[in-house]
């Protein structure tokens, strides 16, 4: 029964996921990218303090802040101030269908970033991966006209790999911290919305001519990427007894997202953006495969990166 409830929340985690690039555009539409963060992440910290209540966690908040504030007060600044103002931004200047496998591509900065900050080796099955998966960036960034190294938006993308950046070094900032994780996520948003509301507001952008759509829009955006998602995924990896099987649900992301946006919003999804998104699924496979086989035989759940 557990293993069905992990697969369930799994796959809707995944697929609220999948949603998500399609649900920013649309809030661009009606928001800054300042406006975007700041609205988004009020309504994921009143989701996650709403979570953080029912599980009885609510009371632990404050000493868990006083334990290590310059540690929360670090992450929240990173992610998700730095992070998701950097990435609404790429967002903005780029189409999402190549933002958003520009942004999955994090995980194998993650890698590259591991080596450097925490010490640990490099296989020959990540270096593999690493080109696989940066020669797709370059793929998507360039429509495939890889000799000529032309972008449509050389911001953009420069702003959607540094949010790969961002988003590894959070995590390995989070690595060793031993706090409730929806705890730890809603603490990030507290420290991060004095500044994100003084930021819009230094922006003189102003609050009152948003219509209901936008309101509507990136409610969404805060329940359901930067909220109730992730309280999913991490009750689908508390569950299962095969956290690869979980993990591997990860990669129809990206493509449901790419079908949606074609859908929905009328993106053109150009072949090099396919191609590119391909050579970046596989250089992640090749590592988790390596992973799954290194720890094979083991009843131990590997820690997973969301």
């Keep these: 029964?557990?293993?069905?409830?992990?697969?369930?929340?799994?796959?809707?985690?995944?697929?609220?996921?999948?949603?998500?690039?399609?649900?920013?555009?649309?809030?661009?539409?009606?928001?800054?990218?300042?406006?975007?963060?700041?609205?988004?992440?009020?309504?994921?910290?009143?989701?996650?303090?709403?979570?953080?209540?029912?599980?009885?966690?609510?009371?632990?908040?404050?000493?868990?802040?006083?334990?290590?504030?310059?540690?929360?007060?670090?992450?929240?600044?990173?992610?998700?101030?730095?992070?998701?103002?950097?990435?609404?931004?790429?967002?903005?200047?780029?189409?999402?269908?190549?933002?958003?496998?520009?942004?999955?591509?994090?995980?194998?900065?993650?890698?590259?970033?591991?080596?450097?900050?925490?010490?640990?080796?490099?296989?020959?099955?990540?270096?593999?991966?690493?080109?696989?998966?940066?020669?797709?960036?370059?793929?998507?960034?360039?429509?495939?006209?890889?000799?000529?190294?032309?972008?449509?938006?050389p911001m953009g993308v420069a702003l959607a790999l540094l949010s790969t950046l961002l988003w590894a070094m959070y995590w390995i900032l989070n690595a060793k911290n031993k706090a409730d994780p929806i705890l730890g996520l809603l603490l990030g948003f507290l420290v991060a919305l004095p500044f994100a509301f003084g930021i819009s507001l230094y922006e003189g952008a102003g609050w009152s001519h948003i219509p209901w759509q936008g309101w509507l829009a990136v409610s969404y955006v805060g329940l359901f990427e930067m909220g109730i998602t992730f309280v999913l995924w991490l009750s689908a990896l508390k569950l299962t007894q095969n956290t690869a099987r979980i993990s591997n649900l990860i990669f129809a992301s990206p493509f449901i997202s790419l079908l949606l946006l074609a859908t929905i919003i009328g993106e053109t999804i150009h072949s090099s953006t396919l191609i590119g998104l391909v050579l970046i699924v596989i250089g992640l496979i090749i590592q988790q495969i390596a992973f799954t086989t290194k720890n094979n035989g083991t009843n131990k759940k590997p820690h997973t990166e969301i």
């Design 1 to 153: 029964m557990d293993e069905r409830r992990a697969i369930g929340f799994g796959i809707a985690a995944v697929l609220l996921w999948s949603t998500v690039a399609t649900a920013f555009k649309i809030t661009l539409e009606y928001l800054t990218p300042i406006q975007m963060l700041t609205a988004a992440s009020f309504v994921s910290a009143l989701a996650l303090a709403g979570v953080a209540t029912y599980q009885k966690k609510i009371k632990l908040l404050i000493p868990t802040f006083l334990a290590n504030p310059g540690y929360y007060f670090l992450l929240g600044c990173i992610n998700p101030l730095a992070y998701y103002l950097i990435l609404f931004k790429a967002y903005e200047l780029l189409p999402a269908s190549q933002a958003q496998p520009l942004n999955y591509s994090w995980a194998i900065t993650l890698t590259l970033m591991a080596a450097v900050f925490l010490g640990q080796k490099i296989r020959k099955q990540d270096w593999v991966a690493c080109t696989l998966g940066y020669f797709g960036v370059v793929v998507i960034a360039t429509k495939g006209d890889v000799m000529a190294l032309q972008f449509d938006s």
